[in-house]
Nanobody, 116 residues
Framework: QVQLVESGGTLVQPGGSLRLSCAAS????????MSWYRQAPGKERELVAT????????NYADSVKGRFTISRDNTKNTVYLQMNSLKPEDTAVHYC?????????WGQGTQVTVSS
C-alpha cells in the first residue's frame, strides 16, 4: 500500500534550521510530483513547496521563498524540505503530498515548532 512517512520535525529556536524528510513507498515515486504542505492551529492547510518528478522544477509559497528548499532523491524515494531562518510563524504540522496522474496521497504529518 502507499505510504508517505515524514520525519525531522521538532522544536527549534527562531533563526534555526531543520530538514524534513518524506520516505515514499507503494507507488512509482519517480513519476510523482511531490509537495510539502503545512497547517498551523486554527488555519487552513497551505502549500509550501512543490517539486516536479524529475526535480528540475520547483515552486514555493511567497512566505518561504529564499528560506526553504525542496529537493528529492529518486534513488531513495525520498523528498526533503530544508528549512532555514525559521520563524515562529513557521510553526505547523508539515505534510508530505504526492500526485501521480489523478491519484494523490498524504502523509501523516510531522510537527515543527519554532519557539524560544
Amino acid at each position: 500500500q502507499v505510504q508517505l512517512v515524514e520525519s525531522g520535525g521538532t522544536l527549534v529556536q527562531p533563526g534555526g534550521s531543520l530538514r524534513l524528510s518524506c520516505a515514499a513507498s507503494g507507488f512509482t515515486f519517480s513519476s510523482a510530483t511531490m509537495s510539502w504542505y503545512r497547517q498551523a492551529p486554527g488555519k487552513e492547510r497551505e502549500l509550501v513547496a512543490t517539486i516536479s518528478s524529475s526535480g528540475v522544477s520547483t515552486n514555493y509559497a511567497d512566505s518561504v521563498k529564499g528560506r526553504f528548499t525542496i529537493s528529492r532523491d529518486n534513488t531513495k524515494n525520498t523528498v526533503y524540505l530544508q528549512m532555514n531562518s525559521l520563524k515562529p510563524e513557521d510553526t505547523a504540522v508539515h505534510y508530505c503530498h504526492a500526485r501521480r496522474g489523478s491519484r494523490t496521497y498524504w502523509g501523516q504529518g510531522t510537527q515543527v515548532t519554532v519557539s524560544s
